[in-house]
């Protein structure tokens, strides 16, 4: 199995109803496909990880990378794996425009900024670390 963590950049407004269509698409896909993870939304960002066998993530991920809702796709970890993290998840989701981001321990003021695909190279570590910090919360 693997586990693709990837950053993106909205191209359109997501309003809460936008983003609660585009989860349920994405959940019963993800349910079929048997993948599992994780879709945290803050200022224009995307932040998501995938994992599941490899094939199947990458079909998927090349599915995602065409959308045209997002953009400035940026692989931030591609990592083989021997158990998920977010087995029961089909998709959780976070909409961190939502959420007392204070509740993150080592909380990173990257959350509050629209970033561009530079800035998600840079922000990789923080991310994969925020994702940690989610399954503690959750
Ligand atoms: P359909 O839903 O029939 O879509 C066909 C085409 O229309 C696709 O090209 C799609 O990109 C486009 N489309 C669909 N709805 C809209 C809309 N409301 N506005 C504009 N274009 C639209 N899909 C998953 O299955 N699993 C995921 O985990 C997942 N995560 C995503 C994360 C992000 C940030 C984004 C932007 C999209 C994600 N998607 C996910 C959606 C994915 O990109 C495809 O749209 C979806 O998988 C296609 O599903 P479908 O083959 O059943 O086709």
């Known amino acids: 199995m693997i586990r693709l963590i990837y950053a993106s950049a909205a191209t359109c407004d997501f309003s809460e109803s936008k983003l609660m269509q585009l989860l349920g698409k994405a ?8 993948v599992s993870g994780l879709l945290l939304y803050a200022k224009g960002n995307f932040f ?48 961190l425009e939502q959420f007392d981001k204070t509740q993150l321990r080592g909380y990173n003021d990257f959350l509050e900024r629209q970033l561009t695909a530079e800035d998600f190279g840079e922000i990789g570590p923080d991310v994969i670390y925020l994702i940690e910090q989610f399954k503690r919360i959750w």
């Open 48 to 95: 998501q990880v995938l994992e599941g066998e490899k094939s199947a993530v990458e079909v998927l991920f090349s599915r995602i990378q065409q959308d045209e809702r997002h953009t400035s796709v940026v692989v931030l970890d591609r990592s083989e794996i021997t158990h998920r993290n977010f087995p029961n998840w089909s998709m959780g989701f976070k909409n």
């Open 27 to 34: 959940r019963s896909n993800n349910e079929t496909a048997n």
